[in-house]
């Protein structure tokens, strides 16, 4: 056992060592655009506070062919500038899954990160310092008549800190009769405004409406663009003159419920202590919970991922209200969920259904499937060395299931390699026909994205695509539902002993807990890939932090790899004595990216029963890192 795990070790080291050219985007997806889109980009500059300083506003015709882009009919307006600057660079790169990235039109040397749907482009600049929104749509032969029934449309102007939530009823005959807007401005002050008989009409394939001039109020005065997806269902646009964005769904019918499942794109902006624009992914589970990702841009700092959970009541009646109470989302015709900002709370953001590629070739990835092992989040997330990540839904990547018995984890098995950036082998865990369990290894650092391939007895199958992050947490479940439930624990309580914290276990304020994460990015000193976290030394962490029910912990006891196992980090920490009973979020944060899925459940009294060691979805021993 000790010579092979020796010459495991050895083959997995050479082919560490071989030359790799760098990766680039996979652009398999650029033909999902082609042909004319309706456009509208607002963007938000923001002081070191947070407070808005400048905003810039760009629509009109957006050309895409085979990775390039033309801008034609063009409009908008800058706050410093008087007229948008362009960017002449014109390019965009899509993958197979609809993702991909986008020259920013306003900006040199940024790109929109973007996602595409039944052809509807949503996106936002989270990598520059600016928050924005990016929407197009295909432009399609409209007319008075087309724009008929009842839309929920919620708006954000981020130049003045507004947002409004508000019903549009238009007659298919240029009317939508009587308006009344509910909004508010950031902090809480209420708006309103109504009047009466507004009239619109169609140019050119998208609606104008004319409100009335209003001195008391710079939401809505005077015209507003209205642009739609094919089947009208989905609409957005802006004032010619201002910064604002709206985005609204056709309501289904009074009453009837409304499915919401699978796989969603997603795009946002909200007000904390600024402006925060977002992009990213969710899955809706038939269990009624969601796990998402977004990727988050603070309004004076730096971009952030973040793994989240969410419930949804199922069948939602038209609309549903979060947790929080801040933000209500109305499920439209055709699936669009809206969300809108309630309370004073600024919140605006669509999440469109994506329906996954076809399954091609002999060996296929699913790419919508690539997700982290532990917390499930979905690959807009990205990768980062170490974690342990799955390929879900795939064909054929194996002749039949297989387990790893030794660690390290060896380059191949069963006949079955992981490549990434061609030529560096993941340690595999487990493979079947359509699952395929690895560690990302630690080098594939060296790049800012990665390509990974399944070779099947030498087939190879299709190549994904995807960012390489520093970091990418995701914590393990003691009784795993796709990354959601009580988080794996183990509890040292002060008299002694440990136990298993589970819902009937629960842990209690100021014990000191063990978790057992992935994705915590590379140790120092360096460990081989697939190999135990060392026993007798440290393979540390710096910068993670842990909160729990939103409470900072403190400092960590232990934040390194799992002491004895292979692809697993372990923290120690101690339960905040202000911990409330119930359960509490575990919020795990780490330089880029932040998981807050699973949860710890506490209590406030009695005692806990001992309970056999945990072993975190991993079937393999080794030693527990007890708290110092």
Known sequence: ????????????????????????????????????????????????NGNTNRAVA????????????????????????????????????????????????????????????D?????????????????????????????????????IDGAYGIGATYQLKPDGAGQLGNFTINGYVAGGSAISQSATNIPYKFSNNAAVITYPNNSNANFYSGQEFVYFSPDTNFVFGGSPNGFDMFL???????????????????????????????????????????????????????????????????????????????????????????????????????????????????????????VNTASSAPYTAGISPGEFLTFYNGENLAPST????????????????????????????????????????????????AKIQISNNGVLSNAVTVNVNATTPGVFTSDPVGGIGVAALLDFPASGGYYVVTNENPAHPGDTVAAYLTGLGSPYPSNPSGAPGPIDGDSLLANIGVSVGGTDVGTLSYAGLAPGLAGLYQINFTIPSTAVAGQNTLAVGAPDSNSSESYIPITLSGSAQSGPSLRPQVRQNGRVRRPR
Not at 33 to 38: A, E, H, P, V
Not at 75 to 103: K, M
Not at 411 to 439: H, W
């Open 1 to 48: 056992m000790i010579k092979t795990c020796a010459v495991l070790l050895m083959l997995a080291a050479a082919a560490s060592t071989l030359p790799a050219a760098a990766p680039v985007w996979d652009n398999s997806g650029n033909g999902l655009l082609s042909g004319d889109y309706y456009f509208r980009q607002v963007l938000y500059v923001s002081d070191a």
């Open 58 to 117: 760009l629509y009109g015709t957006i050309t895409f062919n085979n990775g390039n882009y033309t801008l034609s009919n063009l409009g908008g307006v800058d706050s410093a500038n008087g007229t948008p600057n362009l960017n002449t660079i014109t390019t965009y790169s899509l993958s197979s899954t609809g993702y991909g990235f986008l020259s920013d039109p306003l900006l040199l040397a940024s790109s929109v990160s973007f996602l595409v749907s």
């Open 119 to 155: 052809g509807i482009v949503i996106g936002s600049d989270t990598e520059s310092p600016y928050n924005s929104i990016f929407v197009a749509a295909p432009i399609s032969s409209l007319s008075n008549a087309s724009f008929v029934g009842a839309y929920t449309i919620s708006a």
């Open 248 to 370: 609204g769904v056709k309501n289904t019918a009074p009453g009837a419920n409304t499915p919401l499942g699978g796989l969603y794109y997603e795009v946002g902006m909200e007000e904390y202590s600024g402006l925060d624009s977002f992009y990213g992914t969710l899955n809706a589970l038939p269990s009624g919970d969601i796990v998402g990702h977004e990727r988050l841009l603070f309004s004076a700092g730096s971009a952030y991922g973040n793994t989240y959970w969410a419930s949804y009541p199922s069948p939602i009646a038209g609309s549903y209200t979060d947790a929080s109470g801040t933000i209500q989302y109305t499920i439209g015709q055709n699936g669009f969920r809206l969300a809108s900002g309630t309370q004073g709370y600024l919140s605006t953001g669509i999440a469109i259904p994506f329906t996954p590629p076809s399954a091609s070739g002999a060996v296929y990835i699913d790419p919508t499937g690539v």
């Open 402 to 449: 297989t387990v790893s018995d030794t660690v390290p984890y060896p380059p191949s098995l069963n006949g079955v390699k992981v490549l990434f950036n061609d030529v560096i082998a993941a340690p595999i865990y487990y493979v079947s026909a359509n699952q395929v369990s690895v560690i990302v290894p630690y080098d594939v650092s060296t790049f800012p994205v």
